[in-house]
C-alpha cells in the first residue's frame, strides 16, 4: 500500500455521490449552458434557399434575403450569439468586398440587428474568403505582407463596427491586427466595440470542411507561415500575451479538443474571458461516426462541450450550438 494510500479513510465510499441521476445533476462541477455557446453562420449574396454544405452536414450557407427572418428562428430555438462568415460572389486579388460598408457582412449585420435586436453578433476578420488567391492578407510578391494586410483588417472590423457588430474577431493571425483594429475603432468612435483575438490558432488539419463551405481553401502555398504550429505551446501562450497587450478582450484557442492543454494552461495565466472553437472537422468526424451508428450522437456532442468548459472555456464556438440550444428547451429529443 503506498502512503497516498494509507491516508484514504476506510469509511471513504466516493461513489454514495454518484448513485441517483438527481445527486449527479446536483453536483456537476462544469455545466454547458446555452448563453456561452456561439453559433457560426455562413452567410452568402442573393435569395433562395439556403445551400447544404456536404461535409457540414446540417449546416448551411445562408442567403442574405430573409437572413432576419431566420435568425429569428436561432434566437427562437436558443441561439444566443452568432458568429457571421462570409461568402461573397466576387473575389479579387484585394478582397474589396470586405471593407466595403454596403459589402456582404455589414448587410448580414443590420438585417439580423433589425429583427432580433437582442441576438449577440459576433463577425470575423480576415482576408480568406473575400480574396482570389485564398490567403488570409494581401499578396505581395508571392508573400503574404502583414502590415498591408493588417491595415485591411482594421478597415473591415470598422465596417462591421458601423453596421452594429458587437464584437469583431480578427482571425488572420497577423503580427499587431488587434492594435490595429482597436486604435482604428477607438478613433472612430467605437469603443465598446469588443475584440475577440484569434490569438491561438493553430495550422490544424481540421480546418477542411469550414474551406468548403467558406470557399476559402488557398490557391497555392499553404498558411503555416502565420498560423501556429501544432508543436508549439509556449509559442501560442506568447501569441495570447500579445494579443491581451495590445487590446483583445477575449482570447481564443482553435481548434478545440486537440487543444485542451493551452485552453487548460491559458486559463491559469490569463484573467481574460477564453474561447475555444469546436471546428468543422471536429464537428464533421462526430457527425459521421453518428450516421454510422458507432457513437451516441448527443452524448458524445455534450461530453465534447463539456471537456472545453472543464478546461477553461467561457464561451464555445460550435457549429451544434443551435441543437445543443434547442435541446436544453426541450425541442429536439
Not at 474589396?96 to 453578433?121: E, K, M, N
Not at 488570409?136 to 465596417?159: F, I, K, P, S
Not at 487543444?259 to 468543422?280: E, G, M, N, T
Request: proline share 6%; aromatic share 6%; with cysteine.
Amino acid at each position: 500500500m503506498s502512503e497516498a494510500d494509507s491516508e484514504v479513510p476506510p469509511s471513504l465510499r466516493l461513489r454514495r455521490l454518484r448513485r441517483t441521476e438527481d445527486l449527479r445533476a446536483s453536483l456537476r462541477e462544469t455545466r454547458v449552458d446555452p448563453e456561452r455557446l456561439v453559433y457560426p453562420v455562413f452567410v452568402r449574396p442573393g435569395g433562395g434557399t439556403p445551400d447544404p454544405i456536404e461535409s457540414l452536414p446540417g449546416i448551411d450557407r445562408y442567403p442574405l434575403e430573409g437572413l432576419g427572418d431566420r435568425a429569428r428562428g436561432w434566437a427562437q430555438d436558443g441561439v444566443r450569439a452568432v458568429l457571421l462568415f462570409g461568402v461573397p460572389r466576387v473575389k479579387d486579388p484585394e478582397g474589396s468586398d470586405a471593407v466595403d460598408d454596403r459589402g456582404l457582412i455589414p448587410q448580414a449585420i443590420r438585417s439580423i440587428r433589425r429583427t432580433v435586436p437582442t441576438l449577440r453578433i459576433l463577425t470575423d476578420v480576415c482576408l480568406c474568403a473575400y480574396t482570389d488567391h485564398g490567403q488570409c492578407g494581401l499578396l505581395r510578391d508571392g508573400e503574404v505582407d502583414n502590415d498591408a494586410t493588417v491595415e485591411r483588417l482594421a478597415r473591415m472590423a470598422l465596417a462591421h463596427a458601423r453596421a452594429g457588430a458587437d464584437i469583431v474577431a480578427p482571425s488572420a493571425m497577423m503580427d499587431h491586427q488587434v492594435r490595429a483594429i482597436r486604435t482604428g475603432l477607438d478613433r472612430a468612435g467605437f469603443t465598446a466595440t469588443a475584440i475577440l483575438a484569434y490569438a491561438a490558432k493553430f495550422a490544424s488539419a481540421l480546418y477542411g470542411p469550414f474551406r468548403e463551405a467558406a470557399g476559402s481553401a488557398p490557391k497555392g502555398g499553404d498558411r503555416a507561415s502565420y498560423q501556429l504550429s501544432p508543436a508549439n505551446a509556449r509559442e501560442a501562450l506568447m501569441e495570447m500575451a500579445a494579443d491581451a497587450a495590445e487590446g483583445a478582450d477575449l482570447l481564443m484557442v482553435k481548434p478545440g479538443l486537440p487543444y485542451l492543454d493551452i485552453l487548460a494552461r491559458a486559463r491559469r495565466r490569463f484573467d481574460h474571458p477564453l474561447v475555444a472553437y469546436q471546428v468543422s472537422g471536429e464537428y464533421a468526424m462526430i457527425r459521421a461516426a453518428a450516421a454510422r451508428g458507432w457513437i451516441d450522437e448527443a452524448a458524445v456532442i455534450d461530453e465534447s462541450l463539456l471537456a472545453m468548459r472543464r478546461a477553461g472555456a467561457d464561451w464555445i464556438i460550435t457549429y451544434f450550438a443551435r441543437e445543443v440550444a434547442a435541446r436544453a428547451r426541450g425541442l429536439r429529443p
